[in-house]
């Protein structure tokens, strides 16, 4: 069946990018065919480690695809199978709303002003990498549509691991991030941080730059 990994690049310092350049990364990474759209945009309390395609709210927004105003939040785990373990070891607890979405992707420009940057978690949500670019379809080791990918910018800076399994212990080496981007894979041709990910984040977290992943 293969084994879900969710991996992140963010800056070494955990700082939020300001509101404009955090908007012309998200476009510079559609329009560098690294995703594909629809997006949508989403704000409230948002977890970095919540597992994307597997109960978190970002991926409710890419599934489900609820309209602007939607309420999301993490289904509650019945009390004899929680877990108070910090995330990605234990539960997540998220809460959004949906802000907008569509399919241009410099639609999401306006849609940023008008949200609750750096007051509230904020995030962009989009449907999956684009293997119809060479540089994503040459990583991973066939095309699948289940690979989605968030940008993040966190009101607050939350810790990743940096290389884990949601179901080791909590311990190891980790990284404050507070805007990031996220996104989930399951079979790759190589190793470490995907190169054009990298290339379009370097430009606006700087040369120094901090990968790691979480399998489970």
């Not at 690049?9 to 594909?36: H, S």
């Not at 695809?65 to 998220?94: A, Q, Y």
């Not at 190891?172 to 290339?199: N, Q, W, Y």
Request: charged share 25%; hydrophobic share 40%; aromatic share 8%.
């Amino acid at each position: 069946m293969g084994i879900w990994t969710d991996a992140f690049v963010a800056p070494e310092q955990p700082t939020l990018l300001p509101r404009d350049r955090f908007g012309r990364l998200v476009v510079d990474l559609a329009r560098e065919r690294v995703v594909r759209t629809p997006w949508a945009l989403i704000a409230g309390r948002l977890c970095v480690n919540a597992s994307l395609n597997w109960g978190s709210v970002s991926g409710q927004a890419r599934w489900d695809r609820p309209s602007p105003g939607t309420e999301l939040r993490t289904e509650e785990v019945p009390g004899g199978f929680r877990d108070d373990d910090p995330p990605p070891w234990g539960d997540s607890h998220e809460r959004a709303r949906v802000l907008a979405r569509g399919e241009a992707i410099l639609d999401v420009l306006p849609a940023l002003e008008r949200a609750p940057y750096g007051d509230e978690d904020v995030a962009v949500v989009f449907d999956h990498l684009d293997f119809g670019n060479r540089a994503i379809r040459d990583f991973f080791q066939f095309e699948d549509q289940r690979t989605m990918l968030v940008c993040f910018a966190q009101a607050r800076p939350q810790i990743r691991p940096i290389a884990t399994r949601d179901d080791a212990e909590t311990s190891g080496p980790v990284h404050p991030v507070r805007t990031c981007i996220v996104h989930t894979f399951k079979l790759a041709m190589e190793d470490g941080a995907v190169p054009v990910i990298v290339s379009v984040a370097g430009r606006y977290f700087g040369s120094a730059l901090v990968s790691g992943e979480t399998r489970g």
